[in-house]
């Protein structure tokens, strides 16, 4: 991982060898270590470091890009030449490409950031090493051992901006009208699954350091899923009251996103539907992106450089505005949110910091004030549908419980969810306490509550 | 780049490793994208590191970096080694590699069109004749259409005296066209959904689909769907297409026989299988229509390779044979959890920061008889589906749903009306074996995806699969929109 110098100096040479009229580079990666476990043992134990370097050349009207994990002079030159080469191939754009002016942070946005601890404060998912990953995992284990259970899961720890599937978000920007931009975090993760022959219980702990994991408390929360959910009872399909765990939830809103995209609203491709104040959910719901959230503790700069701002995308109920990347926002008069993508890319923006405010109950606080109903713990293999309901379908997984009389009463067998999650959102009875979950498959991290919702379907059952 | 790699191989023997293998992996990409008119992406990507695997006290360790200088190269070694020393601590038993004879070869796909030679304007010309005849349509929203291009060199060493060198070239080309009306949105793609076909072959691939000439009849379709009526929910019979298929091939057969996952190492995130190993042999995975193998031998297949990325050379396999389940996906570490001396050679890490882990590679269903047409008249009352648009599996790999871009309903052997939202979901054996006909060898394709998930960290793999159509009774279909 670099840091600011480092950066600065492999930015700088990146724009000293740019032959364009305007360029713009990125540093994206970092490291990342993770230990994975199964079957009670450590199966897999990997480490990476990968910083890569992309320039966008524009050349009068048109723009090309090159990326390189090169940073060595020559590395850097091929890079910038090929930008060039493809900047030079292309056709004219209109309105013609250019890089974001340098601007000051504001005010607020740097108050809520220091009230945060600052850009990347409290990054030490470094020093979460290999044996130390190790120790967790053996605490994890030691604990489904003595429940007569198996576990299998994964102990990261990552610095900079390299996400679990290689997917790189920038941590450095620097263009030739003289923005520079800087962002340092870390982060580190333990998920676990205690399995027994007919049941399992999962959770997922994100902190910025191994210091706000709480190892044995989530392996505790694993077992007793897994102990609870023994010998699954069926249940029908049909439309129950849930009580979703922050998972869950995290996995619904991220299928919510990309309708707040205002390339993709203007577009005609959004949930939205063009419309705008528009009721999406009842007044429990409101949705933000904020990326200044102590939880977030974000990177305060989108993929040009441009200052995220704070925008409340869902306000009780009803949308009121969308993130803007700055060529929609310049095509359509709009100021720009600082949401942008990386260029090129046929999309636009995208928020990146979800927040959904929550209240003040725990998630037992909702069991127990829930007559009858399912207690879901995670959401597998979550796919849409249908965009412009926002129908989702997806299976239950790894702890799903049935309520009866505000206690959960036994496991039951995981089920099959189609469900739009627009309307699903109208029949939120219930808002937990706000937390830092994840969806359960690439791990988008989001600040949300655990929801009660009544009438939510599910369409078949599995026969574990 | 050999004797750095054999200084890593050495480092990591004098920490204490017993086994070490070392994967140098370049890779380079060029994307292009025309949306709307307007070229929403040229890029093009360079990519090199390496990759250290080691065997320490029974038990494994990885490491990797960017940096492709010899201090660096030891310290990942000596890196790997640390890993491993601390995975011992918390092993079961030692790991044990089924043997593989040390192989010392080259391996290249072959091609005739470097796609990397083509000039970018021509790449752009396609794209935006293919953009400009869809957007001819009245009706449309967002024609967006991408080629990918993708070649990676990789050489291979091992501490038993492998040293095998690799050049994979991969081509891709797509495109979807949207209608979007009165909070309707419809799409239609060719060759196929989520960014086309894609296939190990050079930049003939493009010219071997009428991209332009198809462009008008996706996009009418797209258009048509805003009107047609929506698919109705009940039991019926279906058939599926090619492209579909091939997907459910993928998320119901070659998925559930990666045997890493049936022992458990997916346990966490991908989940685990149905296929369990007692069932190998005497389970009836499908009707006696359903064969399926897996192959990395396949002309043009995504999966196709000289050696996987343990050294093991290409093979081709069984996996049903007339509905019988046979065969699993292995590697050294797994080959004896089954009885099989020696490993399938599927192990595949997706570049050189991550550890390979065993995937698909081609997963083909045998073509069977007839076309297309022929099982169209054949069939009485039905929903014929085509080009995938959403799916969703259960963590065993039973419980499933689909849903395609594009449905006709057949009655009395004719398509009779558009159907639009088409799904159907079922349970995986149930499912194959309701399969009574599979379409001949003509209209048979190898299709391939580049997107397959698995792994923590993620992986992402390409995989083919072939298919021809097939018909399937009695299904589930329209549960997604009951109400």
């Known amino acids: 991982m670099l840091d600011r110098v480092e950066a600065e100096e492999v930015l700088g040479r990146a724009l000293a060898a740019s032959e364009a009229d305007a360029a713009e580079a990125l540093l994206s990666g970092g490291a990342l270590a993770l230990t994975r476990f199964a079957e009670n043992a450590i199966h897999q134990n990997v480490a990476e470091r990968n910083v890569v370097l992309s320039i966008r050349s524009v050349i009068g009207r048109r723009s090309g890009s090159a990326t390189t994990n090169r940073l060595d002079p020559e590395g850097i030159r091929a890079a910038a030449r090929r930008s060039e080469s493809a900047a030079r191939a292309t056709r004219d754009e209109d309105p013609p490409p ?100 007919t049941s399992s219980g999962w959770v997922l702990g994100i902190a910025r350091g191994p210091v706000g994991l709480a190892v044995d408390r989530l392996a505790e929360t694993a077992v007793e899923k897994a102990v609870a959910s023994r010998d699954p009872k069926p249940l029908p399909p049909g439309r129950y009251t849930v009580v979703l765990e922050p998972a869950p939830v995290a996995s619904l809103v991220e299928f919510l996103l990309p309708g707040f995209n205002a390339r993709a609203f203007h577009e005609g491709r959004s949930f939205l539907a063009g419309q705008l104040p528009r009721t999406i959910g009842n007044d429990a719901f409101t949705l933000l992106d904020d990326h200044a959230h102590p939880l977030h503790a974000g990177k305060p700069f989108d993929e040009e450089g441009v200052p995220r701002k704070r925008v409340v995308l869902v306000d009780r109920g009803v949308a009121r505005a969308l993130v803007w990347d700055r060529r929609t926002a310049a095509e359509r008069g709009a100021e720009p949110t600082g949401h942008g993508l990386r260029l090129p890319n046929a999309e636009g923006a995208a928020p990146a910091y979800p927040v959904v405010p929550g209240g003040v109950e725990s998630v037992e606080d909702l069991v127990r004030s829930t007559r009858r109903g399912i207690l879901v713990t995670r959401l597998w293999y979550v796919r849409v549908v249908d965009p412009m309901r926002v129908i989702v379908t997806a299976m239950t997984r790894d702890g799903t419980f049935w309520i009866e009389n505000g206690r959960i009463a036994h496991g039951v067998r995981n089920l099959r969810v189609n469900e739009s999650v627009v309307e699903a959102f109208g029949r939120i009875s219930g808002v937990g306490r706000e937390a830092l979950s994840a969806s359960s498959e690439r791990a988008v991290a989001m600040v949300v509550p655990a929801l009660r919702i009544e009438d939510f379907q599910f369409t078949s059952e599995a026969s574990f | 780049m050999r004797s750095f790699a054999l200084e890593a191989l050495e480092e990591a023997r004098s920490a204490g490793a017993d086994y070490a293998d070392v994967r140098f992996v370049e890779t380079a990409r060029e994307e292009i994208g025309v949306k709307n008119g307007r070229v929403a ?8 590191g390496f990759g250290v695997r080691v065997l320490a006290r029974g038990a494994w360790g990885f490491s990797s970096s960017a940096i492709p200088s010899r201090d660096e190269a030891r310290r990942v070694a000596r890196e790997a080694v640390e890993i491993a020393h601390a995975s011992a601590r918390l092993a079961e038993r030692p790991v044990a590699l089924a043997p593989v004879e040390p192989i010392v070869a080259t391996w290249r796909t072959p091609f005739r069109l470097d796609p990397f030679e083509v000039p970018l304007e021509e790449k752009i010309d396609l794209l935006f004749s293919i953009d400009e005849a869809a957007r001819r349509v009245m009706g449309v929203t967002v024609v967006q259409g991408e080629m990918s291009f993708r070649r990676i060199r990789k050489a291979f060493v091992s501490t038993e005296g492998a040293a095998i060198e690799q050049e994979i070239l991969r081509s891709g080309i797509g495109y979807a066209v949207t209608a979007v009306r009165a909070g309707d949105l419809q799409v239609r793609s060719y060759p196929n959904s989520f960014g086309g076909q894609f296939q190990t072959k050079g930049y003939e691939l493009i010219g071997e689909w009428p991209l332009v000439a198809e462009a008008e009849r996706v996009a009418s379709e797209a258009v048509a769907l805003l009107s047609a009526e929506q698919c109705p929910s009940g039991a019926r019979d279906i058939i599926l297409d090619s492209s579909q298929l091939a997907l459910q091939v993928h998320e119901s057969c070659g998925h559930p026989i990666e045997l890493d996952r049936v022992l458990g190492a997916e346990a966490n995130y991908a989940g685990k299988s149905f296929l369990t190993p007692d069932l190998l042999g005497s389970f009836r995975y499908g009707s006696p229509a359903v064969s399926i193998e897996a192959s990395a031998l396949t002309p043009g297949g995504v999966g196709t390779y000289g050696f996987d990325d343990e050294g093991v050379p290409a093979q081709r396999w069984e996996i049903v044979r007339d509905g019988l389940f046979t065969g699993y996906l292995t590697s050294r570490e797994t080959a004896a959890a089954i009885g099989e001396p020696a490993s399938r050679g599927t192990m595949r890490a997706d570049s050189w920061n991550r550890l390979p882990i065993i995937r698909m590679n081609n997963v083909n269903l045998r073509p069977g008889a007839g076309t297309l047409d022929e099982l169209i008249r054949d069939t009485e009352d039905g929903i014929y589906m085509e080009t995938n648009r959403s799916w969703s599996i259960d963590q065993l790999r039973l419980n499933f749903q689909f849903g395609t871009e594009i449905g006709w309903e057949i009655k009395k052997g004719k398509r009779v009306r558009m159907l639009k939202n088409p799904t159907y979901g079922g349970t995986t054996p149930e499912f194959w074996r309701a399969c009574d006909a599979v379409c001949g060898a003509d209209e048979w394709v190898l299709w391939g995806l580049t997107s397959c998930g698995k792994g923590q960290p993620g992986q992402l793999a390409e995989t083919g699969h072939g298919a021809a159509p097939a018909r399937f009774r009695k299904i589930a279909v329209g549960a997604a929109y009951a109400r």
């Open chain 1, 98 to 197: 250019d890089v974001a002016a340098p601007a000051a942070r504001s005010e607020e946005g740097a108050a809520r950031l220091a009230t945060a601890g600052g850009v990347g404060a409290g990054s030490d998912g470094a020093s979460w090493g290999p044996r130390e990953r190790q120790e967790a995992v053996a605490s994890v284990v030691s604990c489904c051992r003595r429940a007569g259970l198996t576990a299998a899961g994964f102990a990261l720890s990552a610095e900079g901006e390299l996400s679990d599937y290689g997917e790189h978000a920038a941590f450095a920007v620097a263009n030739s009208r003289g923005l520079s931009a800087y962002h340092r975090r870390g982060r580190v993760m333990l998920s676990a699954t205690a399995m027994d022959a």
């Open chain 2, 41 to 48: 992406l040229v890029t093009r990507t360079d990519d090199r």
